[in-house]
Structures are given as C-alpha cells and as structure tokens.
Nanobody
Framework: QVQLVESGGGLVQSGGSLRLSCAASGSIVSSNAVGWYRHAPGKERELVASISTSGTPNYADSVKGRFTISRNNAGNTVYLQMNSLKPEDTAVYYC?????????????WGQGTQVTVSS
C-alpha cells in the first residue's frame, strides 16, 4: 500500500507563489518517479512536472521557468514550488508516484489539493 498526502494549496493573487508538498509513505521502492498533475474544469488532466529518484526534473512548457520540482534527501517528499502564478494555473493538483514492481507498474495518486489564482 502506498499513501500520498498533498498539502500547500490555497488562494493566491496573480503573480504570487505557493509551494505544494507530497508526502509518500508505505511500500515505496528505491527507484520511482513522482509527478504533479493538474486538472482544471473543462480541460484534460495534464502533467505539470515530474522528477525521478536520480533528481532529473521535467516540466510542461506552460510552467517552465516558473515552477520547480524537488524532493527531500530521504526521497519521500516531493515539492512543487510555484512562482509567478497565473489565473490559468487554477486547478486541482494531484501527486502521482509510479513504481516498477515485479508484476508491472504500480501507479498511486493523492487526494488532490486546490490551487486558485485570482486575477
């Protein structure tokens, strides 16, 4: 069993910042990838940023230069620092961890945290 708990969402004005956290617990393997996705009303869910256990980050073009994904030394918490927020960043943000098991790929999701950016 894997548990992911997100925190840090809220309401912020355009141009402001927020930092999201995703704390993972349970059956975590040493090699995994953690991603932040977002889902806005009327839009498809999109991958915002991801990071592997090696620390290599990837970003959607829409957030490059504004968002930074990182993980703590223990590797069990992943952060998403969001700067220069725009109204179009408004969405529910979900944390996802993808791990390779002997039987295949294990995918787990957090409950989501709302981010609202006012203009």
């Amino acid at each position: 069993q894997v548990q992911l708990v997100e925190s840090g969402g809220g309401l912020v004005q355009s141009g402001g910042s927020l930092r999201l956290s995703c704390a993972a617990s349970g059956s975590i393997v040493s090699s995994n990838a953690v991603g932040w996705y977002r889902h806005a009303p009327g839009k498809e869910r999109e991958l915002v940023a991801s990071i592997s256990t090696s620390g290599t980050p990837n970003y959607a073009d829409s957030v490059k230069g504004r968002f930074t994904i990182s993980r703590n030394n223990a590797g069990n918490t992943v952060y998403l620092q969001m700067n220069s927020l725009k109204p179009e960043d408004t969405a529910v943000y979900y944390c996802n961890i993808r791990q390779r098991r002997s039987w295949g790929v294990d995918n787990n999701w957090g409950q989501g945290t709302q981010v609202t950016v006012s203009s």
